[in-house]
T-cell receptor, first 112, second 114 residues
Framework: ETGVTQTPRHLVMGMTNKKSLKCEQH?????MYWYKQSAKKPLELMFV???????ENNSVPSRFSPECPNSSHLFLHLHTLQPEDSALYLC???????????FGPGTRLTVT | QKEVEQDPGPLSVPEGAIVSLNCTYS??????FMWYRQYSRKGPELLMY????GNKEDGRFTAQVDKSSKYISLFIRDSQPSDSATYLC??????????????FGQGTILTVHP
C-alpha cells in the first residue's frame, strides 16, 4: 500500500447505526486530517491531529467522533447521523501540520 | 463574501486548447497557494504548490500568483482528455498552527473533449 488509504470506499447507513471510517497513511507524516466534501461546496475541514494530538475541531457535531491511535492511523466514528451528513469524507496527511497535504480516495457515505 | 471564489464552471474545451482556471481571494494574509486535481470518485491530488507572486511551471501546467490583485491562475497547455477533472484551488496563511489551515475554492469542473 502506498500513499493514503481509506476504508470502506462506500458506506450506506441508517440514522440509528454506528459505523467507523478508517484512514491509514504510508508516508511517514506527522499530521492527519478529516475533511467533508459535499456537492457544490468547498472542502470543509473537520478535524486535525498533529503527533496524535487533536489540534483543530471545526465545530463539528458530536455525532462525529475522531480517534488517532498513532501517527499512521485515523478513525472517524459515526453515530445517529442525519441525511444531510451524506457526503464524501476525505482523509489527508502532511509531514508538517498544514503544509502540503496528500489525500486519500475518500469514503462515499449515504445516510438513509 | 467568501474568502476564496472559484468559478464552478463547468468548462468544456477541445483537445489541444489552452485552459485557464482562476481563483480570487479576499484575505491578504494568504501566503501559500495550491492547485489540486480531483478525478471522479477519487481524492484530490496536489498538482502545484507556490509561495510567492510570479509563475511556476511543471510540464504542461503553469501556476501564476498575483498577490497585488489577490488572483491566482492555473494554465494547462495542450489540454488532453485525461485532464478532465475538477480543479480545486487552495490557500493558507503562513504558520503551522490552526492559523495556517487550508481554505479551498469550490472547484471548477473541466471537460476536454477529443
Amino acid at each position: 500500500e502506498t500513499g493514503v488509504t481509506q476504508t470502506p470506499r462506500h458506506l450506506v447507513m441508517g440514522m440509528t447505526n454506528k459505523k467507523s471510517l478508517k484512514c491509514e497513511q504510508h508516508l511517514g507524516h506527522n499530521a492527519m486530517y478529516w475533511y467533508k466534501q459535499s456537492a457544490k461546496k468547498p472542502l470543509e475541514l473537520m478535524f486535525v491531529y498533529s503527533l496524535e494530538e487533536r489540534v483543530e475541531n471545526n465545530s463539528v457535531p458530536s455525532r462525529f467522533s475522531p480517534e488517532c491511535p498513532n501517527s499512521s492511523h485515523l478513525f472517524l466514528h459515526l453515530h445517529t447521523l442525519q441525511p444531510e451528513d451524506s457526503a464524501l469524507y476525505l482523509c489527508a496527511s502532511s509531514q508538517i501540520i498544514f503544509y502540503e497535504q496528500y489525500f486519500g480516495p475518500g469514503t462515499r457515505l449515504t445516510v438513509t | 463574501q467568501k474568502e476564496v471564489e472559484q468559478d464552478p464552471g463547468p468548462l468544456s474545451v477541445p483537445e489541444g486548447a489552452i485552459v485557464s482556471l482562476n481563483c480570487t481571494y479576499s484575505n491578504s494574509a494568504f501566503q501559500y497557494f495550491m492547485w489540486y486535481r480531483q478525478y471522479s470518485r477519487k481524492g484530490p491530488e496536489l498538482l502545484m504548490y507556490t509561495y510567492s507572486s510570479g509563475n511556476k511551471e511543471d510540464g504542461r501546467f503553469t501556476a501564476q500568483v498575483d498577490k497585488s490583485s489577490k488572483y491566482i491562475s492555473l494554465f494547462i497547455r495542450d489540454s488532453q482528455p485525461s485532464d478532465s477533472a475538477t480543479y480545486l484551488c487552495a490557500m493558507r496563511r503562513a504558520g503551522g498552527t490552526s492559523y495556517g489551515k487550508l481554505t479551498f475554492g469550490q472547484g471548477t469542473i473541466l471537460t476536454v473533449h477529443p
